[in-house]
Every structure is written in C-alpha cells, then in structure tokens.
C-alpha cells in the first residue's frame, strides 16, 4: 500500500501523528458533509426517503467492517457513552457481582458501569497494568482474565489500550467471560477502521465505535453492532423513526407499539442527520477499499526503523505481537520528562499525544515514514 496523504487536506510542514485523538477529513469526506449543508438550502428537494437511504448505507458498511451477519445488527448513535447506557439498561441485575475493566480505560466505557454497580451493590474490577515493563502486555491479558469469576456481570474492554495501544485477547478473553455467563462489550473507537475486527470471532454483547477517530468520519456520530442478547432490547429513547412503518409519514400518528426489526430500535433520535450520515457513509466505503489489514501493514512498514533506534536509545516499546501497528506507546527512559519532551515535539510540528510516560504515537495512511524518523530523531 501507497501513502495517502493526497487524499487529505494536511499541511506539509506538520507531522500529524496523533489520529488516535482525532482524524483529519479525506476530501470526499468534506465535499460530502459541504453537500450536505447545502442541501438545507433547497428544502423542497427533501423526501421521506432522504430520512432512510444514508443510514441505511452506513449501517451496512459497518457490518461489513466487523463482518456482522447482516446490518439489522448495527445502531447509529451519537457516541459510546450512548452505546454503553444501552448496554447499561439491559445489562442483567446481579446484587453483589462485579464488573472487570482494565486499569485506566476511556471514561466513556467505565462510567456507565460505575453507576450500575451503585445502583446494584456490585464492584468494580479494575485490572492495572503491571509496572515491569517486560512482559508486560501478556501478563496484563493474564490477570484480566483472573480477574473473571462467577460472579461477574460484565466484562468491558477495549481492543487496544487507548493511552499505549497495548493490545487485549479480545476472543480469549471473551471465551472467559462466556464460560462465566458475563456479558461482554467492547469499545472499539481506538481500533476498528485500522485494525480488523471480526465480530464473529470476538463474539461480544455490544461493539461500540466512535466514528471521528479510525473511521475517519465526523464528530457526533459513533456505530454499534448489538448482539443476539440484546437484540430485543430496550432503547434508551422513544424515537419515531424506530418504529414500524416509519417510512409511511402520512401515518405517523397510527402509533405503533413495534420498533423496527434488529438494532435500529436503539437509533438516536435524528438519526438520519443529513450531513454526518453522507459524511460517515463516505469514510467507511475508503477504510473498506483501503482495507484494514493493509492499513496495519503499511503502518508497520513505516515505523519498524524508528521504533529500532528508538529501543536503542533506551525507549520501551511494546513488542509488536502485543500492540497495534497503527497505535503505540513510546515510553521515556527515567531520565526524561514528559513536559519536555511535549514541548519539544510541539517546537517541531510534531503531533502527538502525550499519555503519563507515554508518548502516543497514532499512525494511518496519510502518514510518510518520514514522519515517524523525524519524530525518532527529535526525542534522541
């Protein structure tokens, strides 16, 4: 695979490697929202059918994605912690169970399982990462997976960690939690779109994706895939286009008490949004062309040699059968403060994010080897 910077509007004096934060928009992504805006314009032009035929488009181009079975298995929702409040409401009561999430996990998929546990008289299982540096990532899997036991209701994860991209055993993890009649749910907004995922193999509950980071797409939209057990479940919403015959406007007030068949029933309200849904549609069909698996490829490709020296000169990286090509952490050596270090990368347009320790280091394909040398050679 080809670097596709041309495909972006990036300026050629910034270094941007920091995606794991936020995208930057392909070109045909920007045209399509600029279209959408202006459809506004002309609001005669609007049909019913306008309301159904980009969410449609979209919900299947993420089931093809994460190979789900069909799209009636996929949601449009307007962020994860939408997702993980409707796993929330769903989720089994279990007086004095708990919850297993890993050490430092993204707010928006611990802070729904903290208000369960209040409500429930559960805890939380929050599995830190190990201090050691060597072997650090299998161990952290290992005790992760102690950590599962009768008692737990849930097990909620992420595919890689999002401040170092370590990476999580998400179907041995899952055969875990299965055995143990949990519930499990990933947050896949730091992976899905540059690392394959195949729900058939992860088998989780719920898979809930952000759309403006790895799916490129715009900020207000994030996708879910739901499984069977939660397929006829409760929304957290009443809207009117989940429901039967929704598609029939002269009928909306022949109210239904049916929702619409799969995991449309937990679509936001305002769903069909006319410029984020065209925008996401246009995102998920160049991820799809580009395929994940050579995105991973190509950002292994650009970034072995830099990651070499750096190891060098005393900086820890994950090994990479533990940690995604496309995000990674580059942890300092003792000696050297993150401030500095921050400062020093800002000084030359050097983007990044800076997590603890960690450098965080987000690679795709609008990114040069270049790009990654010039990082390696600023921090040594």
Not at 277 to 290: G, R, S, V
Not at 342 to 369: D, F, W
Request: net charge negative; proline share 4%; with cysteine.
């Amino acid at each position: 695979m080809k670097c596709q910077k041309h495909l972006f509007q990036l300026d050629k004096n910034h270094h941007y490697l920091n995606g794991a934060f936020l995208s930057p928009l392909l070109k045909t992504v920007e045209q399509a929202g600029i279209d959408g805006v202006k459809m506004k314009n002309r609001p005669w032009e609007v049909t019913p059918d306008h309301f159904f035929k980009d969410s449609e488009r979209v919900r299947s181009l993420f089931a093809e994605l994460v190979h789900a079975e069909t799209p009636e298995s996929v949601a449009i929702l307007p962020s994860v912690s939408y997702g993980m409040g409707i796993v929330s409401k769903n989720l089994p009561v279990k007086k004095g169970g708990n919850i297993v999430v890993a050490g430092d996990q993204f707010p928006s998929n611990v802070y729904p399982w903290m208000r369960y546990c209040k409500e429930n008289r559960c805890d939380i299982k929050s599995v830190e990462a190990p201090k050691e540096f060597e072997n650090r990532a299998k161990v952290w899997n290992e005790r992760i997976i102690e950590a599962i036991d009768g008692e737990t209701v849930l097990v909620a994860l992420a595919n890689v960690h999002w401040t170092d991209g370590t990476l999580f055993d998400l179907e041995k993890i899952g055969e875990v939690a299965r055995s143990r009649d949990a519930w499990f749910v990933i947050d896949g907004t730091q992976s899905v779109g540059a690392l394959p995922f195949d729900v058939q193999k992860v088998q989780p509950d719920a898979l809930i994706c952000a759309g403006y980071k790895w799916l490129m797409g715009p900020y207000g939209t994030a996708l879910g895939y739901f499984g069977e057990k939660l397929r006829d479940g409760t929304p957290l919403e009443e809207g009117w286009i989940v429901r039967k015959n929704s598609r029939d406007f002269a009928a909306l007030v022949d109210y239904e008490e049916e929702y619409e068949s799969g995991a449309r029933r937990f679509d936001v309200g305002q769903r069909s949004n006319f410029i984020n849904m065209p925008m996401m549609a246009k995102a998920l069909e160049q991820i799809l062309e580009w395929g994940p698996a050579n995105i991973q490829e190509y950002c292994r490709e650009i970034s072995e040699e830099a990651i070499q020296k750096l190891r060098k000169q005393g900086f820890r990286i994950e090994d990479e059968k533990w940690r995604g090509a496309h995000l990674f952490g580059i942890h300092l050596p003792e000696e050297i403060q993150p401030e500095q270090v921050h400062k020093k990368l800002s000084e030359n347009n050097i983007h990044v994010s800076v997590r603890g320790k960690a450098v965080r280091v987000s690679l795709n394909v609008y990114n040069t080897r270049e790009d990654v040398e010039r990082l390696s050679e600023v921090l040594i």
